[in-house]
C-alpha cells in the first residue's frame, strides 16, 4: 500500500555528480521523515542522509559538505544532491520514510528497492 520508488543511479566518474530521487506513494497520512541509507558490498547498510518534515537535516560525516538532502512535502519526494563523488561512495542507495498511514496508526520505516551507484576511479 505504500511504495518508494528510487531513481537516478549510475556510473560516474570520480569528482562527478548524481543526483538521486525517491517518489513516495500510497495510502498516506503523513511522512516525518525521509533519508538515505547505502549498502556497499560486503558492508552493513549505513546511513547517508536524512531529513525531517521540518527541514533538519543530518548527514553522515563522510558526505558532509559533498551531499545534500532535500524533500518535497507536497509532493512526498526526496531528493540527494551528490557532488564531488568518490570511488568509496559506489554501493546501493536506498530511499527510507518514516510514515503513518492513517492518523491513529503509528509512524513505521518503509524502504525503496534501491538504486546503484557506482563511481569509477
Known amino acids: 500500500q505504500v511504495q518508494l520508488v528510487e531513481s537516478g543511479g549510475g556510473l560516474v566518474q570520480a569528482g562527478g555528480s548524481l543526483r538521486l530521487s525517491c517518489v513516495v506513494s500510497?495510502?498516506?497520512?503523513?511522512?516525518?521523515?525521509m533519508g538515505w541509507y547505502r549498502q556497499a558490498p560486503g558492508k552493513e547498510r549505513e546511513l547517508v542522509a536524512t531529513?525531517?518534515?521540518?527541514?533538519?537535516?543530518n548527514y553522515a560525516d563522510s558526505v558532509k559538505g559533498r551531499f545534500t538532502i532535500s524533500a518535497d512535502n507536497s509532493k512526498n519526494t526526496g531528493n540527494l544532491q551528490m557532488n564531488s563523488l568518490k570511488p568509496e561512495d559506489t554501493a546501493v542507495y536506498y530511499c527510507?520514510?518514516?510514515?503513518?498511514?492513517?492518523?491513529?496508526?503509528?509512524?513505521?520505516?518503509?524502504w525503496g528497492q534501491g538504486t546503484q551507484v557506482t563511481v569509477s576511479s
Open positions: 531529513i525531517t518534515r521540518g527541514g533538519s537535516t
Open positions: 527510507n520514510a518514516n510514515l503513518k498511514q492513517r492518523y491513529s496508526t503509528p509512524m513505521r520505516d518503509y
Open positions: 500510497g495510502s498516506i497520512f503523513s511522512i516525518n521523515a
